[in-house]
């Protein structure tokens, strides 16, 4: 992905020079034709076309950004209720996730989001100990780490 992003820019420079205008509209018309140069010799490249995983991170940043609005709104509906009827617990979330930045990032996003806290990694990194703060159902709150920031980060990496 790191060379697709040089070498448009290379290709957005080379642009500019060949056009002999040096200002940021040669440079976007280059970009965009870097852009169509690179789409059109992407099985040329061992990873996939670099804009996929750029739509993937804004995607995942999006997701992030609603699940913790909607975080927020539950836990303040629990704080708030004048009886305290919450469920707490722990639960051991088996992730598919292979790489320390990938696992690193799921328990970053699960820990960020209030209402929920990663206590610990298993040796073997495929258990993820979770704490929640209301959680009547367990199956529930797996598959929902798993279907929504699990899917989108393996969108990003792979």
């Known amino acids: ?12 420079f080379v642009w500019m020079f060949l056009s002999v205008s040096f200002t940021s509209q040669s440079f976007f018309i ?8 690179i789409f059109a010799f992407r099985r040329f490249f061992n990873s996939r076309f670099y804009l996929l995983r750029v739509a993937a991170v804004i995607s995942l940043f999006f997701l992030f950004l609603k699940e913790l609005i909607m975080a927020n709104i539950s836990v303040l509906k629990t704080v708030l209720k004048p009886k305290l009827d919450f469920q707490p617990g722990i639960f051991a979330l088996p992730t ?14 699960i820990t960020l989001t209030p209402g ?10 495929k258990i993820l100990y979770v704490h929640a703060i209301d959680m009547p159902d367990v199956d529930e709150a797996i598959n929902d780490i798993k279907d929504s920031f699990e899917k989108a980060i393996m969108e990003v990496s792979r």
């Open 30 to 37: 280059g970009f965009l034709l870097g852009l169509l140069v």
């Open 116 to 125: 929920t806290l990663v206590m610990d990694v298993s040796y073997d990194k």
């Open 1 to 12: 992905m790191a060379f697709q992003i040089l070498l448009n820019f290379f290709l957005a």
């Open 96 to 109: 598919e996730l292979k790489t320390d930045w990938e696992i690193t990032l799921l328990a970053n996003l």
